[in-house]
């Protein structure tokens, strides 16, 4: 059975949910080609390394991540730390010569993330950026479905990532709303980058945008009830056209009042069409133009064994995955990456070009004018 | 042209509900094979007989029904009158030779109806019960669908009709909780007929039944705040059996908390399934169990100019029909019946059958056991 | 009973939609304050002027339009001509004092729109314009909401207008794509005003505006089966802002793969949001941000007595309407700007207003730049 | 930290769904009050046990379960065999002295989980039967409202329990549909508990039933391609009467054509209503009667942290759980009812009165008449 030793830094939320990832992935998927081991945790906050060692079974710990990328023994940097530490960890790993899974945003900056994404690349090293949207099986069917040109020609794609919660007006002043912890681009580097990292994966790259951001409340109160000026976008939403030539529509929102997790797509082709919202993960709506006339409608087709990666969790149609889930395929998608050589399309080439989407967005919507991602860093 | 005249019996809404539609179904339909004209309207209050006369544009008016049954110049007796007088009005018309147009439900008894069925098939006349919303464009096509086997066998049908207009505990008594006036089945008999209706057009007879029946407020307060016991069910449900060997279920409600026209169903074959929902009267969902097992589901089929009658309003798949539109369809039929020689299913016989339904319900419910529908009169 | 004469212009499908209309709403709406007639009735193809004066029992008919704008006993000219014809006859209508009931698009430019508005307001007569989506009760209803605050401060709206009907490649060229007859707004200029018109009904006027046009298959071939190239857009699309700040997103598409009368929109305000589709005319979606957090969602209303001229239709909640409905209570709102001074919203200076925005994004696709409406003439 | 020690008999999938549950529970709710440990596995397939034991790390494997539930180490005896066997562990474990986790269906009849239940009692061990369903934040909220009145009097329920992957004639047969191994309630002892279970948790015990019981096709192949007659039912439902005078519909199918995991229920009120369906496992559509008329509807809840349990889990409404989730949170019902003597809802006392139902309705359904749930032993 072959062990991928993996040093994660970071021990809050997000590492507890990598770590059961990994354990859960050896039992839905088995152990091959390998499975997924954290040998070694850090945190800055050297206590909550500790807990999590204990908590999770794992030998070594520490408060000072460089030992870990240092390690000989470590195959993987797996980065849970804040977004604007991921540059400088991500660097430093790939200098090691290790494999990078880092959770997304990669970077606050696109040159930032280019950066990483030219390192990895000449050091040859495994990259995975963690866009879990992108693991879902229903997903991966929308792919196939696109690939074997049941759409035909797509021309146009309009989604959204909206939730809600800081319409609140008394929603407090926090990390995210502070351009330098968070960047610039508020809900579009936090939210839009999810609808991008859909887009690319199923109609391609976005090559240029007209885009604006909109801030609601343009103070809210920190914890010690001081007030501040919000320094990122509450919306940000943009036209787009992507490289085979169809438009699109974006946006991002953490003010979409009455949606929760509006991760939402539909995709126009030729032959077909598809809309898709996180809320109801395991539902894909599909529409044939070659359907006869008299019952032409969206179909909703419910997750299935047919599906990539849902049989090993069930094998009836339509047992609800849960978020969770994706976490795990994910993880199936790193070993697939490190240990067979099939690497996932999430990777840093990936997560840069996205970033690089959202960059143009930003400086669309602050100089009121079309933006070329070629411009962009 | 080819005018059928018409004789219309109640100058209520109904009434005029049915004179527009009249007029609206030239102007849909055209002229051929013939028009539907109203050449003279009865009321009991003559006066309302009156005022209908001159808005219309109606020739002759009476507050005595008999005159216009026998009048010679008369084609069609339509019969839009409380329901305990459609049988007295009904074999009048038979007996005087005239074609029958009357609202659902036919009568308060099976054995009424079963007589006014006998009657009119003796005497050879056309009949029509409003059943209207087996009208719609939609169930037309549901009923092609099956007639073509593309739903297999049919095996199992779940059916409903729940509004909750009378959940409210201070809504009054009305002739509706009259046994007198309404008969002693309420929900049962007002509204369990519409779905059984349903049921009898698209999979076959009902022909065992095991039901039970249930009053939510036994005491309501009548027009005067006098209290009075509630004479007939608010709620009636019942499984039974269908001629074909398929298993059903339906249920009538006016206490159906929530819903509002939830006059539903769902089809259940070898092959494949539909179901359908009033409130969303448009709608078709289809299901095919011959898809590809990677993309089986629902498909949400609009109604469509492939659709029978539809493509008389709009050109294009999708554009919403009302419920007014209905009654124009069913005016379509009556002509058809009358003057095409073309039968319309919803006839006496129709009608008789699915009162002899609702009475074997009555019988189960009271008696608390199955009961055939051969077994009533 | 006051009578409002009415001169119809266009004797094809919609003049006699609007015909049934007029009827109609006497009935469902009775005589206080008018009622409608159409007293002479106008094409160019005189036959069809005679047949419909036949049909619909109109005492006079001509193949000259003039003839009925400058006949004195008329009162509202009524415009279902093709759009390209709409100013001059309505220039001609308002010259000669009569009140103008016009088709939309009320012309092809906004400088022919503005000429109309000017020219009607100068002269003191009233105007309407056929947006029947703003007459449905649900959209009363919204704007009522609106109105007393219920959804706040509005911030951001997104709406489309998509059907297919084009996305076939065999489609033919018809006047549709032809500048000369249809504009060189294609879908835009088609169906962009219906979602314009309900965005300033319900959130106010669009200000500026960044957009594109596309066209899917550049050439068709025509009922001679020769290739022509195809004029104007199939898709437009703009992101704009509102004059209370609000940003937005409009799309209209004849080739929205999929969607049929895809209609819809989606508000978002501080303290709610709604969301509608035509396909489901008779709903509309509301969220309350002030609802229990444990109970927060979209909650489906469906169309009811409490809402503006619904009970009029129907008395209990639910009952569907069509789009035939729609004409009914646009021509009741025709009756009450004649005769009862209560003018309605969708004037021409209403119809003028989207026109100018409907420019504004054929001016921003074409120079690829964001374009104030106040650019417009 | 405590450590509750679990003896866990049968190695399958369901087996290692249990396992995984153990060690995400800890994850989830941390370790206060205890967490779950398997100490020993048995299998009948030594070999199996053994597998299991090397994959999750169990100490102990056997091939003999009774060494198990003999073990004085163990504190709870986890029964995740064929259902025909669960009886005889049980009785076995409890006469141990053991507390007792039962997967569904306790046993295969009512005599059985009787005596079960009774041995319990005696015995004063925790009991919990995997009703995993019951488990969801939706439902515990669910029942809360229920609890607090918000829906006033409950007086109908329909409840189903449809999916299809019999409907296809050439699925084989299997223990499933052989009355030895599943017993002679098919769909009826499979699925209508989890119907019922729902049924009982929300609305109370059900006391008489009439019903019916369908086989679609009478024989199917086995693995030997031998044709065998089918022994139980493919399709099952029911009237019926609940405790507190409310009537109900239940139906269980395995031939629900176009349905995968529809596991749903309607429950009306006299204050309000709710509806549900698993196949959109994260949403309950909540509809009150005390609406403003104008805005009464059914609102769709997505599952929020205000819920129960929903919060260990993610911090803001509206990110799908997973049926595997549900297990979870079943695990952390045992230790609650193990080591905080918080005993949950479904022990062998309500296991055995909803398989008294379904023999009830077994009784009735095969000899065509109403039983009460009294009747049976």
Known sequence: ???????????????????????????????DPAILKIAAVADVNEAAAKEFAGRFGVERHTGDWRSIVNDPDIDVIDITTPNDVHPEIALAAIAAGKHVYCEKPMANTAAEACRMHEAAQKAGVV?????????????????????????????????????????????????????????????????????????????????????????????????KSVERAVENDDLAHFICRFKNGASGYLEASRIGTGRKLYLSYEIQGTKGALFFDQERMNELNLYRVTDDPAERGYKRVLV?????????????????LGYNDLKIIEARRLIESVAAGKRWVADFEFGYIVDRVVEAVLVSADEGRWVKTEEIA
């Open 304 to 320: 299935a064994p047919q599906h990539p990666d849902y049989a090993a969790f069930f094998g009836l149609q339509g047992n609800p």
């Open 1 to 31: 059975m072959t062990v991928i030793k993996v040093g994660l830094i970071g021990a809050g939320w997000m590492g507890r949910a990598h770590a059961a990832a990994f354990e859960n992935a050896t039992r839905i998927f088995g152990t």
């Open 127 to 223: 990259t995975v950026v963690g866009f879990n949207y992108l693991c879902s099986p229903i997903q991966a069917y929308a792919r196939q479905l696109i690939e074997n040109g049941e759409l035909g020609e797509i021309f146009h794609f309009r989604g959204t990532f909206d939730n809600d919660y800081m319409v609140d007006e008394s929603f407090p002043f926090t990390w995210r709303t502070d351009a330098k912890a968070a960047g610039k681009a508020g809900a579009l580097g936090d939210m839009a980058s999810h609808v991008l990292s859909l887009a690319h994966y199923l109609v391609g790259e976005v090559t240029e945008v007209s885009g604006a951001r909109q801030v609601l409340h343009a103070k809210r109160r920190d914890a």
